[in-house]
């Protein structure tokens, strides 16, 4: 059984940055691709970011895209969302996935979220 759990999460004024952080458990975290998601409250859980196990080749949703920056690092079994010039419509439960299948968006591991909340 894995576990993911994020930290990182906070209120920050609009154009800030936070980090988020996941830390997994289980020896085999290095083979997993990871990913980020998140939810507004009245919305759908949206993909915001993955890094891929194999190459660490990333990926990001179009409204993110320049502006966040996923890493990883095995040694450590986390994963790092880098989140830099923050808008309003950033604010949402941040969740991390484990064992992502990029292809289907589906994955095996949940973290509990973590709140990220931009003012303006």
């Known amino acids: 059984q894995v576990q993911v759990v994020e930290s990182g999460g906070g209120l920050v004024q609009a154009g800030g940055s936070l980090r988020l952080s996941c830390a997994a458990s289980?020896?085999?975290?290095?083979?997993?691709?990871m990913g980020w998601f998140r939810q507004a409250p009245g919305k759908e859980r949206e993909f915001v970011a993955a890094?891929?196990?194999?190459?660490?080749?990333?990926y990001y949703a179009d409204s993110v895209k320049g502006r966040f920056t996923i890493t990883r690092n095995n040694a450590k079994n986390t994963v790092y969302l880098q989140m830099n010039s923050l808008e309003p419509e950033d604010t949402a439960v941040y969740s991390c996935?484990?064992?992502?299948?990029?292809?289907?968006?589906?994955?095996?591991?949940w973290g509990q979220g973590t709140q990220v909340t931009v003012s303006s």
């Open positions: 996935a484990g064992n992502l299948n990029i292809a289907t968006m589906r994955a095996n591991y």
């Open positions: 289980g020896r085999t975290f290095s083979l997993y691709n």
């Open positions: 890094i891929r196990w194999s190459d660490s080749n990333t």
